[in-house]
Structure formats: C-alpha cells, structure tokens
C-alpha cells in the first residue's frame, strides 16, 4: 500500500511539473508572437523573419544543402 501511494505522489509531482512547464511555454509563445506583432508594426516581414529563424536554427551544412535544394527546384520549375 505504501509503494502504491509513493508512486501516486511522484505521479502527481511530474504531471504537476508538466502542466508548469505547459503554461510558460504558452507564456513564451504569446511573448513570441506579440514580438512578431511588434515587428509587422514597424513595417518588417513577419514571414521572412520566421524564414530567418529557422535558417538561423539549421546547421550551417544543412542550410546550403536546402539552399542548394531550392534553387534546383527553382531552375526545374522555370522560376530562375
């Protein structure tokens, strides 16, 4: 009964955690979009600046394979 109990409250204890960490990162992603809500305020291209952070995110090596990529596609659809 006692194992039974401790695993309840270690239980409770994570999903408790959980639910913490689920609203800070609602609070981030709020924080997020009134910064991108700024930014279209002051006259600059939220989705280029969305394009911007996820290339800053990749790898380098990665970011000119995809950058190799699109101009593939690009060329074979005619759009060079």
Not at 27 to 36: R, T
Not at 59 to 70: H, M
């Amino acid at each position: 009964m006692a194992e039974g109990s401790i695993a309840a409250d270690e239980l409770r204890l994570l999903i408790e955690r959980i639910e913490r960490l689920e609203e800070e990162k609602k609070a981030i992603a709020d924080d997020v979009k009134d910064v991108y809500g700024e930014a279209k305020a002051r006259g600059y291209d939220t989705k280029t600046m969305r394009m911007i952070v996820r290339l800053r995110k990749m790898d380098k090596n990665d970011r000119q394979e995809a950058d190799a990529l699109l101009e593939i596609y690009k060329a074979a659809l005619g759009l060079e």
